[in-house]
């Protein structure tokens, strides 16, 4: 059993491994073409019309390249946010739809008829110490802002 698991994780970091290298080695030849396309249109304008325009047309090629990453960047982190905010809505609607099930609460009632209140008190104590633990340690990770 453990072999099958220890065989699956080792594949599957296998295929991220090479997925990501073959996005760096991706990602390195579009930083070349990039390079060399500033280099072209450097050396057109410098030909054209001089090296001042040259640099400023280079500098605003790199400004447009680093607004279109900052409004990417900024997109990517509201879609994150967005899926984080549906997922604890989701958790909470399910909490709420467990505890609303009619058959979950006579499931309930005759456990604590099974049991006897008397041994079913320092179970309920302890487990409401740590829902109450739980609870706590989720709103400490939400609360938090998303590491940048």
Same mark, same amino acid.
């Given at each position: 059993?453990?072999?099958?698991?220890?065989?699956? +994780?080792?594949?599957?970091?296998?295929?991220?491994?090479?997925? =990501?290298?073959?996005?760096?080695?991706? !990602?390195?030849?579009?930083?070349?073409?990039?390079? +060399?396309?500033?280099?072209?249109?450097?050396?057109?304008?410098?030909?054209?019309?001089?090296?001042?325009?040259?640099?400023? =047309?280079?500098?605003?090629?790199?400004?447009?390249? =680093?607004?279109?990453? !900052?409004?990417?960047?900024?997109?990517?982190?509201?879609?994150?946010?967005?899926?984080? !905010?549906?997922?604890?809505?989701?958790?909470?609607?399910?909490?709420?739809?467990?505890?609303?099930?009619?058959?979950?609460?006579? =499931?309930?009632?005759?456990? #604590?008829?099974?049991?006897?209140?008397?041994?079913?008190?320092? #179970?309920?104590?302890?487990?409401?110490?740590?829902?109450? +633990?739980?609870?706590?340690?989720?709103?400490?990770?939400?609360?938090? !802002?998303?590491?940048?």
């Amino acid at each position: 059993m453990f072999q099958r698991l220890i065989d699956d +994780f080792k594949e599957s970091t296998g295929n991220t491994l090479r997925l =990501t290298s073959l996005a760096a080695a991706a !990602a390195i030849a579009l930083l070349v073409t990039a390079a +060399f396309l500033c280099a072209a249109a450097f050396v057109f304008v410098l030909e054209r019309y001089g090296p001042v325009q040259a640099c400023l =047309t280079g500098a605003a090629i790199f400004f447009v390249v =680093t607004l279109i990453a !900052a409004g990417s960047y900024m997109a990517r982190k509201r879609q994150m946010e967005a899926r984080a !905010a549906q997922a604890a809505k989701a958790a909470k609607s399910a909490a709420q739809t467990v505890l609303s099930d009619p058959m979950l609460v006579a =499931t309930g009632i005759q456990v #604590i008829r099974a049991i006897g209140v008397k041994r079913l008190i320092p #179970i309920l104590a302890v487990g409401g110490l740590a829902l109450g +633990f739980l609870a706590s340690r989720a709103n400490a990770s939400s609360g938090e !802002a998303p590491a940048e």
